[in-house]
């Protein structure tokens, strides 16, 4: 069964950082898409950053100059490195995976997903 476990999260003021990490088992196929995700409650999933099969990554507008996405394939691993993070980055933070060609931050093309880990930014 595929499993996606997040981790790294955690409480920072302002303009600090922090590195998210997701390490993936199960999963067999070679052709996938991984990101990360972000959601507050009574809001919309938000898609941050993809990575396909290739390395080729899609960055939400928000987050873009701020947060880079890698992949370490050895140990299964996807991080996400967020810096200067403001208050509105505040949000449950979530790992998915799917079957996908090309590139999207569509959460609805994502098939596997994480439990998600807490970012809380304080002024």
């Known amino acids: 069964q595929v499993q996606l476990v997040e981790s790294g999260g955690g409480s920072v003021q302002a303009g600090g950082s922090l590195r998210l990490s997701c390490v993936v088992s199960g999963y067999t196929y070679s052709m996938y898409a991984m990101g990360w995700f972000r959601q507050v409650p009574g809001t919309e999933r938000e898609g941050l950053a993809t990575?396909?099969?290739?390395?080729?990554?899609t960055y939400a507008e928000s987050v873009k100059g701020r947060f880079t996405l890698s992949k370490d394939n050895a140990k299964n691993t996807l991080y996400l490195q967020m810096n200067s993070l403001k208050p509105e980055d505040t949000a449950m933070y979530y790992c998915?995976?799917?079957?996908?060609?090309?590139?999207?931050?569509?959460?609805?093309?994502?098939?596997?997903w994480g439990q998600g880990t807490q970012v809380t930014v304080s002024p």
């Open positions: 990575i396909d099969d290739y390395g080729r990554t």
């Open positions: 998915a995976l799917g079957r996908i060609v090309g590139t999207t931050l569509a959460p609805r093309s994502f098939t596997y």
